[in-house]
């Protein structure tokens, strides 16, 4: 399938909510009043994108048609006009983040969404809450990269987990990429060191650090996680170049204060959206977009090899219009 129309369709759910809502809500002929733009705020929250996101369409829309005779074109149009603007203008934060608006390409190279060191390997960890998709992810990104022509090492730092070590060494047998792992319980910072040193004497374009699961409010993880950006910053300039935190789409708005908190201590530089197939919390970019320092760089669509894609607000809008 191409990436766009799994685009669309891991955005299905969430767009069924807009698109459902705006035909029965505002139906042909009638006039818009006070009480249907009530009802379309309640179901835009519902989408999680936030209650001030929800509150500008509505604005919008009152601004623009109320006690007027309901247009439903027109009316979608608005919608997905201010879904645009709140996804690629300069709404929010206004970080200035360098993130292409409206420039849209079919399979961008995923190596450009990164922070690239431009000197040896680029290093990217990757951390989170458990369960979140930590170990898909990386590999479902380090195919992404090996489908553009970049050579991937794997470290496999989540020590804790036999399985997760098996499952990450299991993808990169079927990928064709190299992977460190470590003896169980041992120390995570090791087992990136020793990926450092390998992607190093293979001249590897990107190396990507598995991690445990774990909570910012875990002092001796946090820590472990600073050991492990120390130990792999010695070996390799700058690293890690890259520090991707993976939030779990369907656990929407409430998982972004976890996430503000966790990204904070943790210097993410990057946020990796998982699980926005058949989710109906797709909205929940908005809030991250306005929320957080840092921008979506990609988002997981399935739980197979290719359910990865760059994450582009122009296409996402494109994906989820009504
Ligand atoms: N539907 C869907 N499932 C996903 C996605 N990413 C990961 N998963 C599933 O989420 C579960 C946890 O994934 P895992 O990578 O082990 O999480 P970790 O604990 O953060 O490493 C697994 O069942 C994955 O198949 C995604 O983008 N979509
Ligand atoms: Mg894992």
Redesign the pocket.
């Known amino acids: 399938m191409a990436l766009f129309d799994k685009f669309k369709s891991g955005l299905q759910k969430t767009r069924q909510v807009l698109n459902t809502d705006v035909r029965d809500l505002f139906r042909a002929g009638t006039i818009l009043d006070e009480e249907m733009l009530e009802e379309f705020e309640g179901r835009l929250i519902r989408s999680d994108m936030g209650v001030e996101a929800a509150d500008e369409i509505v604005a919008e829309l009152r601004k623009k048609f109320l006690g007027r005779t309901v247009d439903p074109p027109a009316v979608a149009e608005t919608v997905n006009a201010k879904l645009r603007d709140l996804l690629t203008g300069s709404a929010g934060t206004g970080t200035g983040l360098a993130e292409p608006a409206g420039v849209e390409e079919e399979n961008p190279d995923p190596l450009a969404r990164l922070t690239v060191n431009p000197l040896g390997p680029t290093v990217v960890l990757v951390s ?11 590999a ?1 990104l380090a195919k992404l990269l090996t489908d553009a022509g970049r050579t991937v090492v794997l470290a496999a730092g ?1 020590t804790f ?1 036999a ?2 070590v098996e ?1 990450l060494t299991t993808w990169a047998g079927r990928i064709g990429c190299e992977i460190v792992t470590g003896e169980m319980n041992s120390d995570p910072a090791s087992v990136a060191h020793r990926g450092a040193v390998r992607a190093k004497e293979l001249g590897a374009d990107v190396l990507i650090l ?1 991690t445990a ?1 774990r909570l910012q409010t875990q002092t001796n993880l946090m820590n472990e996680l600073a050991k492990i950006r120390r130990v792999v910053g010695k070996q390799i300039e700058g690293a890690p170049h890259e520090s991707l935190l ?1 939030i ?2 369907t656990t929407g708005q409430n998982g972004l204060s976890q996430a503000e908190k966790f990204s904070e201590a943790a210097g993410c530089t990057g946020i990796l959206l ?5 989710s109906a919390k797709g909205g929940v970019v908005i809030p991250i977009r306005r929320r957080m320092n840092i921008p979506v760089k990609f ?5 197979g090899l290719d ?2 894609a760059v994450f582009e607000p122009a296409k996402f809008v494109r994906a989820l219009e009504i």
Do not use: C, P, W, Y
Request: glycine content about 20%; cysteine-free.
């Open positions: 989170g809450v458990n369960g979140v998709g930590k170990t898909t992810s990386i479902k989540d987990r399985a997760a499952q598995d699961g993976v779990d789409a998982s699980k926005l197939d058949g988002v997981g669509l399935g739980e359910d990865l």
